[in-house]
Structures are given as structure tokens and as C-alpha cells.
């Protein structure tokens, strides 16, 4: 969305005026975000602005409360003008958050003179408004990542021999990452390369920053050259990558104190995810040395993304009077959920030491199960779903629900199963929205109207929609281009104006409409034209739409992103008028409306662009990573095993234990932990173990997990829907949802019968059973529902399989043993594949009544292993039997046929 603009404060008089700009708020308001803080948080609240401050929070403690309420704090109580304080957080969404909570405290006048966002937004607009003063100009275009890798892999082309003469193959991605990684460690291109140099004489370092992602020292010495040659590259093109905003930030702020003057207290959001750069940049922007930091040391995930956990003891070090306020009043999960999640941190020793604590109840314990395989691991949790949904009778629905995993490879399995139970889901940070191909055209063709420097906008643009340009002839032009060291449009349109020469085969015909485009847009953004506007007149130009119905099967879905794109181009005019000054700023230039909308749509964090419409209606699919800072009801999270958790190829073990710490206390009230036993690895299955990080925690308190689901008791209901703060459901809802789901016959994995591998349902209108008893074949009816609560007696005369229309009691979960065993619902051994028909037998023994088979609390003895014959004798049955019992057939190869229930073999016929 951008930064928040404003105009500088006079440092003179600036606590009287910020004082009469308050006069018109009411005393109520002013008091009242004071009111619901408890003890610790109002203490941070009211910390001395002049006193640099660390509040560790941890989850749910209402960190985001604290930080707006300070803000508020400072301008209300210490008189601070709104513009001098400089609030940075690391998503637009927690920015927003921020600004609706502040502006029913302060109102949107003064919230609006804040200057929050983050910190690319931050060094964006000030990079803009002092451009000059550090060699830049101000219309310099933000190069997405997409771009930089283009870049990067031309640059590779010539280094094609070096790798190939050392066997050796390199990716954009990697070399990118080695890049970002070294600007994060604030390296510049010759810092870079002189590390490198220097690395190359000696053995690797295990503890060295790039000894992951570099290959060998010959490879990293190709990567220093390609760091020089790209920043060149993005130079030549007037574009700063999103690492350059935050280098070029801190070399402004370090050495021109007038783009800092104005900012009198500095406060910044999730700290313990900075990395050194940002770091660096915060230092140089605390210029009243002003500071007031938010974060949770246990909830350090991204390391791997240059977050530096240890900048909190660098802060004390630089910041000498620093103190710290813990926040331990979680107000989030149950206290069951608090407590596991709790003992599974607790085993890092050098973490700081610090506790939570709810006034919630103690809720449902969280779940630990185990399972044969990772199909039905998933085939239980999307079966869960729907069994939670039925027994919390409505309270609950599908967007209640996130299935959290490790990476997103895992989510294959899971969406299968969910699809098979008819339960709709979402990817949560799937495809960008400014990543997708119509948006990035579009964005290309303004890219090019602000900047006529930026080459990638223009290889993207010139030939969409089709004009015959090749790749030849764009070569061809980038060639003349470097030669005449001139931006490629000025080029272009001397060609097209007959000023300079045509190249071979001609193409000023054929860049007649791209000129034109590029020409108007540019005359609309001069004269401010507002960025929707300019995208409706460029769709029309190039007639877009078209284009799309030409070249795109999903051209309609395609053409309503163009739609949202200008919706969203509306939604965001407000916030620029904040930011257009009227005047150009020091060293820099005026920004036009469509710069300052480009600026926002290139630094439109994940999850900007999606909307809670329609959320409720589907299960959330996540990596721990991306749920970061959310939160849902019920909390799954499958593959708790070695190798997942942690991972396999990680570098640091405890911020993987952090990482399912911040997984597991994503939960509100229901919370499931899974693995599986064995699991199809790259075509290979493979034995897997239960993760350490769990196995150490239920082998000293067994009581933290349950290895089987509640049965959402009434109880249960009653504690759910206190800690959600929802109405509790009608029980005669309940008991209809439950009738329903029941409809459905399940195996003891909750898993539908006509999905589980080892049967199958036989067809309406077979006849051909086996005469042998169910019970050695398959474990009693019973235990095939194990969940179900019994609600509704059944009569005296009732039957096994009457439709499977009877209720048994569930099976009463029960903590884990000590020595950390796991019971599935059934430990005999598996049938081979089976027929099941809903026929009647003759002169079948009579079912037992239901009642002597609910025997749900006390486990089953193990039945022997079953030897199957082979020549299995054929009845056939008649369809006027009143009893309808369910039987199991065999069926088995041998050789050139088949010995099969169910259907009649014409090839082969039974002895």
C-alpha cells in the first residue's frame, strides 16, 4: 500500500502543536484504549519514550494492542506530532491492522501522519523524495524477483564454459539467493568479492553465512562476478532490487541527516525477524536514539532468510540503557495447548527463559497419532474435519480449519483427501497476485510509461499483444541500445519518428501501437491521471481483452484479475494522495500517481491482495512458515517425524523446534499432531520415526498428548465456543449433523468405506457371497465407527448391518504410555482386499444384538492371522432375504484368471 506520507514537523513548537491538533478528541477516547490492558501490557505502554525499550511477547499476548496503544500513548500523553514517529512492520496487512486499530484511538486524520509500513515502503519514499543525493533518480523502477532472475540467468550465459569445464550447473534461484543473502549481511558487490577471494585459500567454514548455498570456491567466485555485473545491469536500467531499497535506506540515512531529522521515537514490529541490514536501518532512523521494539525470540523462524535472532542482545549492546517487558498473558489457545506447545520450546536451554499463561480453560487435550502411511494420515485428518464440523453442530465451519506442513510438497496427499470428503480448501500464499501473467503485462507497459530505462519491461511489452516482433529484433534493438548507451524507448521512438535509423528487417511499422500506447500513458501520468484511469485506457489501446480471448484458454478468469486490478488501483488512490507532494523533494523528483501506485504494487507483500470473502467457506492448507502471526480454531499438523521436523537439510535444529512451536500455537482450542510410520519418499517408501522434538516431551509428561480424538462432549462444546467467544450450538442441530455424517459407512481411520484400499463396496443388485464369518475376516462393526457418540438406542431386534444405522459409543481417549506407544483403533492384521455386500445369507447363525457389541472402552483381543482358502465355496443368494447383514468375499489371482466374489469369471470356473 505504501508508505504514510506528510509533511516534515517543525522541530519548534512541535509539542504545542500536536497538542492543538488534539483538542477536538474526546476525553473518552483518549483514556479508553487504556482501559483493557493488563498490568504488563499497560506498563509498556506507559515505558518512557526517552528510555529504548524491548517488549518480548509471546503468541497471542496481544503484541499488535501494546504497539498501537503506545503509539497512541506517545501522542496523546507525550504530546509527540504524529508525523515524527515512524512505526515499521514487516507485512502491508499487519501495517493496515495497525491503522484501524490507531485510527478508533486518535482518529484517521492523525493516523494517517504516521508514517507505518514497512521497511521497503520506508526507504522507497524517502529514496524518491532525496534521490539525488546518493546518485539515483527518481523515477527509478522496483525490480520484482521474477525480473532479477531473468537478469541473472543472462548473466550465467557467459560463464556457461567455467561451469561446464568444472561439471558443474548453477541456478538463477541459488545464485539470487547467494546475492540477497550477502546484501542482507549489508555486502556490497567488492565486499562480496573480496570474501570470496579469501574463502577460496582456505577450507569451508560450517558456521560461514554462504556455506549452504555456494557449491565450491570456484562457483562462488563466478557468483562475485555476476553481483558486480547484475548491480551494474540494474543500474544501467535505473531499478533498485528489493535488497537495494534497504542498502540504499541505510547509506541515505547514515549520511544525510535531513532525511532523518523529523523522526523523534522509532518503533518496529516482529524484531526478532530483522536481519543486519535491517537492523542497520533502524539504528540510522532512531536519529532521537528513540527506540521501541516488539518480538518473541521463541518465534525465530527465518534464519534462513538472513533474520538474525541475536540483534535483540545487539540492541542492549548499542542501546546501553535498553530494557526489557515480557508479555506472558496469552489470550489465544486453551491451556492444554499452551502447555504442550510450551514443553516443546522449553527443550532449546538457551533460549530466554520465559512462560505463558491463559485464563482460558484447560480445553481438549492436543492430539498425537500415528499412522501406517501418509495416505491415511490424510485420508484421517480431512475425515476429522468433517467429524468436528458434525459434533460441533454448525459452531465450527471449513474456514475454522488449517492443515499446517513443513513444505508445501506435503500438501499432495492432503488436498486428494479433502477432495474425496467434498471439502473445499485454499493454498494460503499461492500464485501472487502481481505475479500472475496478465498483471505483470499491464504493469510492464506503466513500467515503461515512468521509466523508459527498464529493458525487462520493455522485452515483456513490446510484442504483447503479438506485432510481429521477434526475439531477433529485440535482440537486435538491445544491441543498438547498449551501443548508443541510451534508455531502449528513446531509441524506439526515434525510430518510429523516422529520426534515426531502421533496423534490418524493418520494424518501425510494427512498433506504431506500442509507440502510442507508451506516448499517451505517459502524457495521462504527467498530467496525474490516476492509475486506474490509465489502466482502463491502456486495455483499450492494446485491446487487451482481445488479446487474451486470442492466446488464453481461462481468458475469463484471466480478464477479471485485469478487473481486480483496477479495483485495486481505486482502493490504493486514497493512500497516494497522501503521499503526492506538491513540491519535489530534496535532490529528488515529483512523484506522479502512477509512480507512487507502481511503488505500491511491487512492494504489496503476501496475502495483500486476498480478501476474506469466501475464507469461511474453505480449509486452509499452509507451510508453519506463511501462518506466521495468524490464527485459526483447529490446528492440524501432519509429518511430525525425522527429517520433517526438523528438516533434514537444516543448518540450525532449534529454529525448527521454534518453527512447530509457532505451528502448534497457531490453535485456539483444537489441535492435532500426526506422522506417519512409513511414507513414499521420491518414489521409495521409507520408515519413518515420530520427531525427537515430541518423542522427548511425552516420554517425560505422557499426559500432554492424547493418541485418539475427543468426542466434542458437551463440555468440550462449552469450552470451544468460550475461548472462540461463540454462541454454543443447539443440541438438536448437533444430533441431526451427527445422524448425517453417520450416513456414511467409515473404517476405524475415519476414512469413507469405499476409499479405503483393502475394500471394496460391491455394486447394488450382486448376489454372489461368501460363506465365511465376518468376524475373522474384518474387525466387528463397532470399532469401524469409532467416534460416534451413542445418541439414539437402538431396539432389541436391531442387527449388525441394518444400513449401518446404529450409534455406538466412542472409544474414551487416553493419554500416551510412557514408553511413548501408539495404538491404532485396531492392531489385527489387515484383510487381504475384500468385497463387501449389503445382502442377506441363509442359514447364517443371527447377528448379535447391537448392545453386546459396544464394547468401546475396553480393547479387543488380537484375533489370530487369517488364512484365506483358496477355493472358497460359491453360494448364490437369493434377494427376498429379511436379514441384511454385511459379508466379505475374496478375491485373489491365480494365473490365467480369477477366484472372485462379487462378479461371475467367464475364463475361469471354480473347482
Not at 512541535?14 to 487504556?34: G, K, T, W
Not at 541456478?171 to 540477497?180: T, W
Not at 529454529?655 to 511414507?679: D, G, I, N, P
Not at 453360494?875 to 466374489?901: A, C, E, H, W
Amino acid at each position: 500500500m505504501g508508505f504514510n506520507g506528510g509533511d516534515e514537523p517543525s522541530v519548534t513548537g512541535s509539542r504545542v502543536v500536536a497538542s492543538r491538533q488534539l483538542i477536538n478528541l474526546p476525553l473518552a477516547l483518549m483514556a479508553s484504549y487504556l482501559d483493557t490492558l493488563n498490568s504488563a501490557q499497560l506498563k509498556a505502554v506507559k515505558h518512557s519514550p526517552q528510555i529504548p525499550l524491548q517488549i518480548l511477547a509471546g503468541p497471542g499476548s496481544g503484541k499488535t494492542k501494546v504497539l498501537t496503544s503506545r503509539i497512541a500513548h506517545l501522542i496523546l500523553h507525550h504530546a509527540l506530532p504524529p508525523s515524527a514517529i515512524c512505526a515499521v512492520t514487516f507485512t502491508n496487512k499487519a501495517a493496515n491492522e495497525m491503522k484501524e486499530r490507531l485510527t478508533k484511538v486518535i482518529g484517521k486524520e492523525q493516523t494517517a501522519q504516521v508514517r507505518m509500513g514497512t521497511f521497503h515502503a520506508l526507504c522507497a519514499l524517502f529514496l524518491r523524495k532525496y534521490s539525488r543525493t546518493i546518485g539515483l533518480e527518481g523515477n527509478f523502477t522496483v525490480c520484482d524477483a521474477e525480473e532479477s532472475k531473468k537478469i541473472i540467468a543472462s548473466l550465467l550465459k557467459t560463464h556457461k564454459d567455467d561451469l561446464a569445464a568444472k561439471n558443474m550447473t548453477v541456478k538463477e534461484s541459488n545464485v539470487l539467493a547467494i546475492i540477497s543473502k550477502a546484501k542482507a549481511k549489508g555486502l556490497s558487490a567488492n565486499d562480496f568479492a573480496r570474501k570470496m577471494r579469501s574463502q577460496s585459500h582456505r577450507p569451508k567454514d560450517s558456521s560461514d553465512i554462504f556455506a549452504s548455498t555456494s557449491l565450491v570456491s570456484g562457483v562462488d567466485l563466478i557468483v562475485a562476478e555476476i553481483y558486480k555485473v547484475y548491480e551494474k545491469t540494474l543500474r544501467k536500467n535505473n531499478s533498485l532490487d528489493f535488497d537495494d531499497l534497504l542498502l540504499f535506506g541505510v547509506k541515505l540515512f547514515t549520511e544525510n541527516q535531513d532525511a532523518v531529522k523529523w523522526c523523534k521515537h522509532v518503533l518496529v514490529d516482529e524484531f526478532q525477524d530483522t536481519n543486519t541490514t535491517q537492523y542497520d536501518l533502524m539504528r540510522a532512523i532512531a536519529f532521537a536514539r528513540c527506540v521501541t521494539v516488539v518480538g518473541d525470540p521463541d518465534q525465530s523462524i527465518y534464519g534462513w532468510r538472513s533474520a538474525e535472532v541475536g540483534n535483540l542482545a545487539r540492541m542492549q549492546k548499542d542501546f546501553a540503557s535498553t530494557e526489557q517487558i515480557f508479555l506472558e498473558q496469552n489470550y489465544r489457545s486453551t491451556a492444554s495447548i499452551l502447555k504442550a506447545s510450551l514443553a516443546v520450546v522449553a527443550q532449546d536451554k538457551t533460549r530466554i527463559q520465559k512462560s505463558l499463561h491463559t485464563s482460558h480453560p484447560k480445553g481438549p487435550s492436543p492430539v498425537l497419532q500415528s499412522f501406517l502411511s501418509e495416505h491415511i494420515e490424510a485420508s484421517f485428518l480431512a475425515a476429522e474435519i468433517k467429524r468436528v464440523v458434525a459434533h460441533m453442530g454448525g459452531t465450527l465451519n471449513w474456514g475454522d480449519f488449517v492443515i499446517l506442513l513443513r513444505f508445501n510438497a506435503l500438501s499432495r496427499t492432503i488436498e486428494s483427501a479433502l477432495q474425496k470428503e467434498g471439502i473445499p480448501s485454499r493454498v494460503l500464499g499461492g500464485h501472487k497476485f502481481f505475479e500472475r501473467l496478465e498483471i505483470k503485462d499491464l504493469l510492464a507497459y506503466l513500467q515503461l510509461a515512468d521509466n523508459p530505462q527498464f529493458v525487462p519491461a520493455f522485452i515483456r511489452a513490446v510484442n504483447t499483444p503479438a506485432r510481429g516482433i521477434g526475439e531477433k529484433t529485440v535482440a537486435e534493438l538491445l544491441s543498438r541500445v547498449a551501443q548508443s548507451n541510451r534508455p531502449v524507448m528513446e531509441l524506439v521512438e526515434k525510430i518510429h519518428d523516422g529520426a534515426t535509423p531502421d533496423i534490418k528487417p524493418a520494424v518501425k511499422r510494427k512498433l506504431g501501437s506500442f509507440v502510442t500506447a507508451i506516448r499517451t500513458l505517459r502524457s495521462l501520468a504527467s498530467a496525474n491521471a490516476s492509475p486506474s484511469d490509465l489502466i482502463r485506457r491502456l486495455v483499450d489501446l492494446i485491446r487487451y481483452e482481445d488479446h487474451l480471448k486470442k492466446t488464453q484458454a481461462d481468458w475469463d478468469t484471466r480478464w477479471e484479475n485485469v478487473q481486480e486490478l483496477i479495483t485495486f488501483a481505486s482502493d490504493v488512490q486514497s493512500d497516494l494522495d497522501q503521499n503526492i507532494s506538491d513540491s519535489e523533494g530534496e535532490g529528488g523528483s515529483r512523484d506522479t500517481p502512477l509512480r507512487l501506485f507502481l511503488q505500491a504494487s511491487m512492494l504489496s507483500s503476501e496475502g495483500d491482495q486476498q480478501t476474506k470473502e469466501g475464507e469461511s467457506e474453505k480449509v486452509t492448507i499452509s507451510t508453519c512458515h506463511s501462518a506466521k502471526g495468524l490464527e485459526w480454531p483447529v490446528v492440524m499438523v501432519p509429518a511430525v517425524e525425522q527429517g520433517i521436523f526438523p528438516f533434514y537439510r537444516t543448518e540450525d535444529v532449534e529454529e525448527e523446534r521454534r518453527l512447530l512451536y509457532v505451528a502448534c500455537t497457531r490453535a485456539q482450542s483444537l489441535l492435532y499432531l500426526t506422522h506417519a510410520t512409513s511414507r513414499k519418499v521420491a518414489g521409495d517408501i521409507k520408515t519413518k520415526e515420530l520427531s525427537a522434538f515430541i518423542s522427548s516431551v511425552t516420554k517425560e509428561d505422557p499426559s500432554l498428548f492424547m493418541d485418539r480424538p475427543s468426542f466434542c462432549s458437551p463440555s468440550d462444546r462449552k469450552v470451544i465456543c468460550q475461548v472462540l467467544n461463540r454462541p454454543p450450538p443447539d443440541e438438536e442441530e448437533v444430533k441431526n449433523r451427527i445422524v448425517e455424517y453417520n450416513k456414511t459407512p467409515r473404517n476405524q481411520f475415519g476414512m469413507k468405506i469405499r476409499d479405503d484400499p483393502r475394500i471394496e463396496i460391491a455394486a447394488p443388485g450382486t448376489n454372489f457371497v461368501s460363506s465365511g464369518t465376518l468376524n475373522t475376516l474384518y474387525p466387528p462393526m463397532p470399532t469401524i465407527f469409532p467416534f460416534a457418540p451413542r445418541l439414539l438406542q437402538p431396539s432389541a431386534g436391531a442387527r449388525w448391518g441394518q444400513q449401518y444405522s446404529f450409534f455406538v459409543a466412542p472409544p474414551i481417549p487416553r493419554p500416551l504410555q510412557a514408553n511413548n506407544s501408539f495404538y491404532p483403533y485396531d492392531s489385527r492384521p489387515v484383510p487381504p482386499k475384500a468385497l463387501v455386500q449389503h445382502r442377506g445369507v441363509q442359514n447364517r447363525p443371527p447377528a448379535p444384538a447391537i448392545e453386546s457389541l459396544v464394547t468401546a472402552a475396553q480393547p479387543e483381543p488380537k484375533a489370530p492371522p487369517v488364512q484365506v482358502s483358496t477355493s472358497v465355496p460359491l453360494v448364490r443368494q437369493s434377494t427376498t432375504s429379511s436379514n441384511v447383514v454385511p459379508v466379505l468375499g475374496v478375491k485373489r489371482r491365480l494365473g490365467m484368471g480369477r477366484v472372485t466374489v462379487g462378479y461371475a469369471n467367464k475364463k475361469f470356473k471354480p473347482p
